[in-house]
């Protein structure tokens, strides 16, 4: 047997050992969808009803009892009703004595109550071993097999035994237990399936903001100048034109964003000379959205293709190509063609085509079923130097696209410069930065800073 298949076996969980039986209070859909996926494991399983009658929606496996004698059967017994059904546990108190008490149940608002359900429950039944656990994980998600939701469990409790029994049974259902702690730690983990994507929420307000932004500013020079100084009407812009400005420019922006917190960090470390200070409070909790950031970049970049790919069936577009083919008819002449324009359109092509493939490359890998499935360098080197990469090649697309615009005073309305080249200045930071950390006299002290050297230990925290 090589050493591979050895590590294989290690991993692989010991099915021969015969499963303790768990007691359920409540046969409402989680309690159920819970029993089942229990069974599955190979876990006896008890449910402890007001109603000792067996119901055609409960597991056919599992034995419903009232709720005293299915707590005398099992060690642990897992709470799957709501907090203010809890007052039926306290004539039980000496059958629970002793007992693990898993509290699963959830609130309608954030810090519903002055303490947590388990702290509740903790107080309720004193004598009970309270362990919080499975809140986070819906009864769509047992019954579907975990496999398109996710499976992180949080589990916290002042027992280290009964917590560790609990998260056993996690790991034996295919999810993932995460220790938070002791019971204190119950009501943030409460209120955590109350927050609506809570680590999407700078990404998404700031996008908004620079869509609102560029919105206006693209208005003004395209439709509101055109409107003032050449009568001409051009509010159909709104439709096809400026939102096709406005993608690109928020896809580069929101990408060097992905990057700047990086460069700012290392900035940061070397002024310190340690790695082991804390960043600000701003810096780790931008660090710590970079995923989302990436994600809605690559929805604008995505959403900038389509928009491309319809230009030729525009009406304004067709109008011009035919209007231009009329005149060029009447005239009796034609423009030859432009060998440095054309080099430099099918540049800007080449160059955006690249940049995206590998913006998707980016997304794909930053998904959970991709990313589980490589290691840690591999991972670095797609988001890091794949990363940076996919930067150049967009912010040489923008420039490629500009040409010599840059320097035109007709590209300038109202001495206004165009939205794309507004969308230039975080990128070309982003990358001159990077490109002097990447000198051998900053990156070998980076180096060794975060390999754990510190230049004034006597400073760290």
């Known amino acids: 047997m090589n050493r591979n298949s050895y590590n294989i076996m290690a991993l692989a969980p010991n099915t021969s050992k015969k499963r303790e039986t768990v007691c359920i209070f409540g046969t409402g859909d989680f309690g159920r969808a819970l029993g089942h996926k229990m069974i599955q494991s190979g876990y006896p399983v008890v449910f402890g009803s007001r109603s000792a009658q067996t119901s055609s929606l409960i597991p056919k496996d599992a034995e419903v009892l009232s709720h005293t004698e299915a707590a005398q059967k099992a060690a642990i017994i897992i709470i799957a009703i709501q907090r203010q059904h809890y007052n039926f546990l306290t004539p039980l108190a000496e059958v629970l004595r002793g007992k693990v008490l898993v509290d699963v149940s959830n609130n309608l608002k954030i810090n519903q109550y002055p303490e947590s359900n388990a702290e509740y429950l903790a107080q309720l039944v004193p004598g009970a071993r309270v362990v919080k656990a499975f809140n986070t994980v819906s009864a769509w998600a047992l019954q579907s097999g975990t496999l398109d939701a996710s499976r992180q469990v949080f589990v916290c409790g002042d027992d280290m035994e009964a917590k560790q029994m609990v998260m056993d049974i996690v790991r034996a259902l295919g999810l993932t237990p995460l220790d938070q702690g002791s019971l204190l730690a119950a009501q943030e983990i409460e209120n955590y399936p109350l927050q609506l994507f809570p680590m999407w929420k700078f990404p998404i307000f700031l996008s908004l903001g620079l869509t609102a932004f560029f919105f206006f500013y693209c208005l003004i020079r395209d439709v509101i100048y055109a409107y003032v100084y050449e009568k001409k009407d051009f509010s159909f812009f709104i439709a096809i034109s400026i939102p096709n400005q406005i993608c690109p420019i928020l896809a580069l922006i929101l990408l060097a964003l992905v990057y700047l917190p990086g460069v700012l960090a290392a900035i940061l470390q070397l002024y310190r000379g340690t790695k082991y200070r804390r960043f600000p409070d701003w810096l780790d909790k931008w660090m710590l959205c970079r995923k989302q950031l990436g994600l809605v970049a690559l929805a604008f970049a995505s959403l900038h293709v389509l928009y491309t790919l319809v230009i030729p069936i525009r009406s304004f577009v067709r109008w011009r190509i035919s209007s231009s083919t009329v005149s060029q008819a009447l005239k009796n002449a034609t423009q030859p063609l432009n060998t440095t324009y054309a080099w430099l359109s099918d540049s800007y092509l080449a160059l955006g085509i690249l940049g995206f493939f590998l913006f998707v490359l980016l997304g794909i890998t930053s998904l959970p079923s991709v990313s589980n499935n490589v290691n840690w360098r591999e991972f670095r080197f797609v988001q890091s130097k794949l990363g940076y990469l996919t930067l150049i090649l967009c912010t040489a697309h923008t420039l490629v ?24 200045i975080v990128p070309c930071i982003v990358l001159v930065v990077k490109f002097v950390l990447v000198f051998p006299c900053l990156d070998k002290p980076l180096t060794r800073i975060r390999q754990g050297w510190e230049r004034n230990p006597q400073y760290s925290e």
Do not use: D, E, H, V
Not at 404 to 422: D, E, G, V
């Open 401 to 424: 696209y500009g040409g010599n615009r840059f320097l035109s005073p007709s590209s300038y309305k109202w001495y206004l410069p165009s939205a794309y080249m507004l969308s230039l």
